[in-house]
């Protein structure tokens, strides 16, 4: 299951680079591999454990947890789509599990976004994309939950008049 694909324009190549879209064992893991064949005992990067989508409540602690194979080892970076990966985030690689992490301790609803968790090695690159769902709490909730009350408690007095003027 190869697909053969020219770059495109922009995309610098080394002479004899191709992207072979191949297909992982994993659901929703897009592989890229750069050459049209590997040396013995080699592989394109690909994820045996992705990361699962979050929904949290703010001010929890949030972690993307993902396993990675290839060979060389492919290096693991986490991009966000609409923002930066700042301070607020450490990635984490436990050698014990062979897990990969991107730890949010803390988090804000300006946090809920989609990330990417790319796998790179000389070969190819792996990518999967993950949603965090940030919950909020505070002010904003308690006013939206006062004012559904209120208009709870109007309704069945509305439909009391609309029934005795029938």
Same mark, same amino acid.
């Given at each position: 299951?190869?697909?053969?694909?020219?770059?495109?324009?922009?995309?610098?190549?080394?002479?004899?680079?191709?992207?072979?879209?191949?297909?992982?064992?994993?659901? @929703?893991? !897009?592989?890229?591999?750069?050459?049209? #064949?590997?040396? =013995?005992?080699?592989? $394109?990067?690909?994820?045996? %454990?992705?990361?699962?989508?979050?929904?949290?409540?703010? @001010?929890? !602690?949030?972690?993307?947890?993902?396993? #990675?194979?290839? =060979?060389?080892?492919? $290096?693991?970076?986490?991009? %966000?789509?609409?923002?930066?990966?700042?301070?607020?985030?450490?990635?984490?690689?436990?050698?014990?599990?062979?897990?990969?992490?991107?730890?949010?301790?803390?988090?804000?609803?300006?946090?809920?976004?989609?990330?990417?968790?790319?796998?790179?090695?000389?070969?190819?690159?792996?990518?999967?994309?993950?949603?965090?769902?940030?919950?909020?709490?505070?002010?904003?909730?308690?006013?939206?939950?006062?004012?559904?009350?209120?208009?709870?408690?109007?309704?069945?007095?509305?439909?009391?008049?609309?029934?005795?003027?029938?």
């Amino acid at each position: 299951m190869f697909k053969i694909c020219k770059a495109k324009d922009g995309q610098p190549t080394a002479p004899g680079q191709v992207k072979i879209k191949k297909k992982s064992r994993v659901p @929703g893991v !897009m592989i890229t591999q750069y050459v049209e #064949v590997l040396p =013995n005992g080699m592989a $394109t990067p690909d994820f045996t %454990r992705k990361p699962i989508a979050l929904t949290i409540q703010e @001010g929890k !602690m949030a972690f993307f947890r993902a396993i #990675v194979t290839g =060979n060389p080892t492919p $290096t693991v970076t986490w991009v %966000r789509n609409n923002g930066e990966i700042d301070d607020r985030y450490k990635s984490v690689f436990d050698t014990i599990s062979g897990e990969h992490q991107l730890q949010m301790p803390n988090v804000c609803a300006d946090q809920a976004d989609t990330y990417k968790c790319y796998a790179r090695n000389e070969f190819g690159k792996a990518l999967v994309t993950v949603t965090l769902n940030v919950i909020e709490i505070g002010y904003k909730k308690s006013k939206a939950m006062k004012e559904s009350r209120t208009a709870f408690r109007e309704l069945p007095e509305d439909f009391k008049k609309n029934l005795r003027s029938t």
